[in-house]
Nanobody, 114 residues
Framework: VQLVESGGGLVQPGGSLTLSCATSGFTFSRYDMSWYRQTPGKERELVARVFSGGARNRYADSVQGRFTISRDNIKNTVYLQMNSLKPEDTAVYYC????????WGQGTQVTVSS
């Protein structure tokens, strides 16, 4: 299993970013996929989940209405569109299956600051 996150960066409050996660080593279309985030000293938090077919999603209350998860079952890639970003969204963002695989990617840092 390989998970490679990208797209993070520094953005001002109210701004937007789109994260991507390229995957390989498993049958992507058979798995629900999710984005997680982690800040120092805290446990990893489930942010959003997309079901295997792509038609159903679930979101943490903290990001509902601001973030959109999607997937491309041809490109084996999962995306996270993040709008109206807040400083509390600052974290390292990871993708993984749901439930998760044992292995994780390196994550991508998102920093929301003026």
């Amino acid at each position: 299993v390989q998970l490679v996150e990208s797209g993070g960066g520094l953005v001002q409050p109210g701004g937007s970013l789109t994260l991507s996660c390229a995957t390989s080593g498993f049958t992507f279309s058979r798995y629900d996929m999710s984005w997680y985030r982690q800040t120092p000293g805290k446990e990893r938090e489930l942010v959003a989940r997309v079901f295997s077919g792509g038609a159903r999603n679930r979101y943490a209350d903290s990001v509902q209405g601001r973030f959109t998860i999607s997937r491309d079952n041809i490109k084996n890639t999962v995306y996270l569109q993040m709008n109206s970003l807040k400083p509390e969204d600052t974290a390292v963002y990871y993708c993984n299956a749901y439930p998760t695989f044992d292995s994780w990617g390196q994550g991508t840092q998102v920093t929301v600051s003026s």
